[in-house]
T-cell receptor, first 112, second 117 residues
């Protein structure tokens, strides 16, 4: 039981490049989340998926898209990376809305 | 969600109990107390949560006062690997959030626990 896994662990991009961050959970959870964490800013919700087939914008969705591929997987795509998207990205999942959230190890992204 | 207040930092000797306090004087009846921690450069880790009664699991114990206005997280035998920032979060667990911003976990500044050898 791996919990929440994220790939890649680290990534360096040039401005304008695109990439997809992958997240998977093996806990049969319905809800999944993408957060970013910047120094001194705490966690900010980017996108949220209450259940398979649904996604909603969070606090800071601009510049990102998501796909809830199936119940296990929730990906985050940066279509045209900007230096302001340099951050640590965490995926989380929970059994349902409002339930305990479990986090992945994070992806460290540097946009030059 | 109710606001929480935690001391910014604490030290604890290895092998001793670490007692981390949290004040949540505006907590409402249907709000749970959650504790998470974040070890440097890692994802936040869920520790424990409770509503009214004291709770214990393999990681920690949670003591909630009778008036629910404060709580204490207890790590019974702290190790160097417990050095982390600990976050106390008060959250309505069951309600459906119309405001997407409230679906997020809100981590305050937490308590930086340093376990000393």
């Amino acid at each position: 039981n791996a919990g929440v896994t994220q790939t890649p662990k680290f990534q360096v991009l040039k401005t304008g490049q695109s990439m997809t961050l992958q997240c998977a959970q093996d806990m049969n959870h319905n809800s999944m989340y993408w957060y970013r964490q910047d120094p001194g800013m705490g966690l900010r919700l980017i996108y949220y998926s209450a259940s398979e087939g649904t996604t909603d914008k969070g606090e800071v969705p601009n510049g990102y898209n998501v796909s809830r591929l199936n119940k296990r997987e929730f990906s985050l795509r940066l279509e045209s990376a900007a230096p302001s998207q340099t951050s640590v990205y965490f995926c989380a999942s929970s059994a349902g809305q409002g339930e305990t959230q479990y986090f992945g190890p994070g992806t460290r992204l540097l946009v030059l | 969600d109710a606001k929480t207040t935690q001391p910014p930092s604490m030290d604890c000797a290895e092998g001793r109990a670490a007692n981390l306090p949290c004040n949540h004087s505006t907590i409402s009846g249907n709000e749970y107390v959650y504790w998470y921690r974040q070890i440097h450069s890692q994802g936040p880790q869920y520790i424990i949560h409770g509503l009214k009664n004291n709770e214990t699991n393999e990681m920690a114990s949670l003591i909630i006062t009778e008036d629910r206005k404060s709580s204490t997280l207890i790590l019974p035998h702290a190790t160097l690997r417990d050095t982390a920032v600990y976050y106390c979060i008060v959250r309505d667990r069951i309600s459906y959030y119309m405001d997407t911003g409230r679906r997020a976990l809100t981590f305050g500044s937490g308590t930086r626990l340093q376990v000393q050898p």
